[in-house]
């Protein structure tokens, strides 16, 4: 062979080869990839079939596309990963060119995703898989379905309001409800809380909730059932829970000027005015800790008064729910203890870091303190409850293990103050626990429950019995017609007796956690329990 006739012949087979080679490239799809990870496309049809297509791989040692399918209420939490590792494999194909696959079995469901994952060797022939770049899905809009709307109503129960089904197979709707840490999915809702309702109605999409939760948080999902299928809302929605409170209230009273609503205090520098029937509240702010507070009368005007740290003492208005003024008792000891009293104050101060302070009177119309003439003992639980008139308890703790005093008359002539008052040791007062009737007859004091009644006139008390054996009582308070409720705090109850039937209680309340405080009102009694280490305001009926 002549080197002519050779060099012809080669060009003649690379040119073929060329031509070969330029025709495979002229048959590739246009959206070919030349790496392993493909592209979703599209994915068109509607609930009784979806075409899924994607980019084909072109790459050597390739073995197989998995196509996977999950079906879900929502696409919220779809990720390319997550419909391959929850989801289910429906086609496998060797066919790299082949970039389609046709669902003919759609899952009767909100939203059905898809992923596509490339099966291959590797550099050094190990089988490998790669998920798809992306994923996607469709959405049945004859089964998909959202709640629109959850709000506190005016009387202090929730409402919850969803979109209505219009499907033939429906079945009814169920309510699921949890109370607890903040979900993430209707799933979590159903699957960790309770149904609180099913209805039957395919047009009633609302429901009115008026349940006692206690945690911080209520979280809904609604269920429709259509041929026996459970569909989920593609949504949840939470509210705060009026009823919690994010402190330990250290104290309670009634407005008097609102027959529905208690005062909160949070001894961080906040007082609470919360309204018992739509379980709304208006807070204010007080620069400083709190410490015992009084309801007191100044020349015919009721407020709240706030005593704090630095000398301060603020005075509320029960009405607007603002600071009208603050008293300054010129001192940098805090104020524990405060009330009005034959038109002066009557205050306890201590030292912020010692048992050193004192028990005085403050002239309104002078702007000056009395009688701080010394350097006295104050213990931080040391209270003052006003009486009648002039007359006024000072309250302090063991009032069970040493001599105490029972009322305490105060005497103010320009600016001399004295006081008039009885030690004895049968008198049982003590801080920690004492409410006074209505008439201001008698008191019930020490978690004992001691029961005393009063002679005002000649400053004395009669204790007479108590209402327990054993220190069981944290809270106490008196009702108009004289029977007495206490809180337990061994169990989880409020007990009631009537007056001077020292032997058995005539009612018993369980209650949802620990009562640490109550409050009466005229069909219900207001709870506010310990549970672990959050605050509930819990509504008993009577």
Not at 284 to 313: H, M, Q, W
Not at 322 to 332: A, M, Q
Not at 455 to 480: C, L, M, Q, R
């Amino acid at each position: 062979m002549n080197l002519y006739f050779f060099k012809k012949k080669f060009l003649y087979s690379f040119t073929f080869l060329l031509f070969i080679s330029c025709s495979k490239e002229d048959d590739l799809p246009e959206n070919s990839v030349f790496a392993p990870q493909t592209e979703l496309i599209s994915l068109i049809g509607n609930n009784n079939q979806l075409t899924l297509s994607w980019k084909p791989v072109i790459i050597k040692k390739f073995i197989s596309y998995s196509v996977y399918r999950f079906e879900s209420n929502t696409d919220e939490f779809f990720s390319p990963n997550m419909i391959t590792n929850l989801g289910q494999l429906i086609y496998q194909g060797t066919n790299n060119l082949k970039d389609v696959y046709v669902d003919n079995k759609v899952p009767f469901n909100s939203f059905v995703g898809y992923a596509v994952v490339t099966n291959y060797m590797d550099e050094h022939n190990n089988k490998t898989s790669i998920t798809s770049v992306n994923y996607l899905s469709y959405e049945n809009k004859d089964l998909s379905f959202s709640i629109t709307s959850l709000k506190k109503l005016a009387d202090g129960s929730l409402n919850l309001i969803w979109e209505k089904d219009n499907n033939v197979g429906f079945e009814n709707y169920s309510i699921a409800v949890f109370d607890g840490y903040a979900s993430y999915s209707s799933e979590d809702i159903v699957r960790n809380g309770m149904i609180l309702k099913t209805l039957n109605d395919q047009k009633d999409n609302t429901l009115t909730d008026a349940s006692q939760y206690t945690k911080q948080k209520i979280n809904f999902a609604v269920i429709k059932t259509i041929n026996g299928k459970k569909i989920l809302s593609k949504n949840f929605l939470s509210i705060e829970n009026p009823k919690i409170l994010n402190f330990k209230p250290s104290q309670t009273l009634k407005n008097p000027f609102h027959q529905n609503e208690i005062i909160i205090i949070n001894p961080d520098g906040e007082i609470v005015f919360y309204n018992i029937n739509s379980l709304t509240n208006n807070k204010i702010k007080i620069a400083g800790r709190i410490f015992f507070c009084s309801i007191g009368e100044l020349n015919g005007v009721t407020d709240l008064y706030v005593p704090s740290e630095n000398g301060k003492v603020f005075v509320i208005d029960l009405n607007s729910y603002e600071i009208k003024k603050t008293i300054n008792l010129f001192t940098d000891y805090d104020i524990t203890s405060a009330i009005t009293i034959d038109n002066h104050l009557l205050f306890i101060e201590k030292h912020p870091y010692a048992y050193i302070g004192g028990m005085f009177v403050y002239d309104f119309t002078s702007n000056i303190v009395l009688n701080r003439n010394g350097t006295y003992t104050s213990n931080p639980q040391s209270k003052l409850v006003y009486a009648k008139e002039n007359y006024f308890f000072f309250l302090k703790v063991d009032g069970l293990e040493y001599r105490s005093t029972g009322v305490t008359k105060l005497n103010i002539n320009g600016n001399e103050v004295s006081t008039e008052t009885k030690f004895d040791d049968y008198t049982k007062l003590d801080s920690r626990l004492f409410t006074l009737s209505d008439d201001k007859s008698f008191f019930i004091s020490t978690n004992l429950g001691y029961q005393s009644s009063l002679d005002y006139k000649n400053v004395s008390t009669v204790t007479t019995e108590s209402y327990s054996k054993n220190p069981i009582f944290g809270d106490a308070k008196i009702s108009k017609n004289n029977l007495i409720y206490f809180s337990h705090l061994n169990n989880p109850r409020i007990d009631v007796f009537e007056k001077n039937n020292f032997t058995s209680t005539i009612k018993q309340y369980p209650t949802t956690g620990i009562p640490m405080f109550i409050e009466l009102f005229e069909n219900q009694i207001i709870s506010l329990n310990q549970l672990g280490n959050s605050y509930f305001i819990e509504t008993i009926s009577q």
